[in-house]
């Protein structure tokens, strides 16, 4: 029931949004809306579905750490 009320929401939210930017030509606008849209959608429907999904600060500081040493101590 979860991932079908997830997925009928995206869906209007397309409906109202694709359209006028087809409308008006706004094809960039139309490529970083789809580009934003399907990685949402799918962490949506990943989390409707409770499926358990990976931290990714502890990622983000181990970089940052190699990157900028002296920003994150250790």
């Known amino acids: ?3 079908a009320l997830i997925i009928i929401a995206y869906a209007i939210i397309c409906l109202i949004e694709v359209p006028s930017l087809v409308k008006k030509g706004y094809w960039r606008e139309l ?5 934003f849209l399907l990685p949402a959608l799918t962490l949506s429907l990943l989390q409707g579905a409770e ?3 990976p ?3 502890p ?7 190699e990157l900028f040493p ?3 101590p250790k």
């Open 59 to 65: 990622a983000i500081n181990t970089l940052m750490g």
């Open 1 to 3: 029931m979860t991932i």
């Open 70 to 72: 002296n920003l994150i």
């Open 51 to 53: 499926v358990d999904l």
């Open 31 to 35: 490529f970083i809306f789809i580009a």
């Open 55 to 57: 931290q990714i600060v």
